[in-house]
């Protein structure tokens, strides 16, 4: 089992650039969900998804496009990048038998200059 | 969006001693978990709470949900080198999926 895996590690964008940011799981978990974590803040919720076609907001969406075509993978997209969402990213999953229990992938550093 | 107030925000201490940190919240909470976070790696449950008053351990750590149901408290006891990183509390609202993290306490065990 590889848990959840994101990539890339890191990236660096210029403003207004799009990318995509991968996150898959293999422990079949129906919940996945991404945040993003900054200096001095704790974990902050983006987008979230309860399973395969079901998507919704978190705290902080704006920016910020998913989507669920499988239960293994949720992608990130970054529609125009800003300053602002230079941060780290992580991808997390949970099971409906334990949806506490969130396993995170390693994360992804992303800098926007 | 909800906040958590987590305290200390850094703490350092001699290997040996006991470490308490806790977490507190204006709203009511259905559910508290404490997680670990090492350098350039996700987060780590380490424990959940479900109920007001509860108690629960995990080796040397034990944290409590407290009976207001707007905070949380982690104690660990006779620290090591390698509990070294930052601990960060999430509470989950009565209503609502969302998970909502504290702005995490450093700790550095000094041997």
């Known amino acids: 089992n590889a848990g959840v895996t994101q990539t890339p590690k890191f990236q660096v964008l210029k403003t207004g650039q799009s990318m995509t940011l991968q996150c898959a799981q293999d422990?079949?978990?129906?919940?996945m969900s991404w945040y993003r974590q900054d200096p001095g803040m704790g974990l902050r919720l983006i987008h979230y998804?309860?399973?395969?076609?079901?998507?919704d907001q978190g705290e902080v969406p704006n920016g910020y496009n998913v989507s669920r075509s499988t239960t293994e993978d949720f992608p990130l997209r970054l529609l125009s990048a800003a300053p602002s969402q230079t941060s780290v990213y992580f991808c997390a999953s949970s099971s409906r038998a334990g949806p506490y229990e969130q396993y995170f992938g390693p994360g992804t550093r992303l800098t926007v200059t | 969006g909800q906040q958590l107030n987590q305290s200390p925000q850094s703490m350092f201490i001699q290997e040996g001693e006991d470490v308490s940190m806790n977490c507190t919240s204006s709203s009511i909470f259905n559910t508290w978990l404490w997680y670990k976070q090492d350098p350039g790696e996700g987060p780590v449950l380490l424990i959940a709470?479900?109920?007001?008053?509860e108690l629960t351990s995990n080796g040397r750590l034990t944290a409590q949900f407290g009976i207001t149901r707007k905070d949380s408290f982690l104690n660990i006891s006779a620290s090591i080198p390698s509990d070294v990183g930052i601990y960060f509390c999430?509470?989950?609202?009565?209503?609502?999926?969302?998970?909502?993290f504290g702005t995490g306490t450093s700790l550095t065990v000094i041997p």
């Open positions: 998804s309860v399973g395969a076609g079901i998507t």
């Open positions: 999430a509470g989950q609202l009565r209503t609502g999926n969302q998970f909502y």
């Open positions: 422990m079949n978990h129906e919940y």
């Open positions: 709470l479900y109920k007001a008053g």
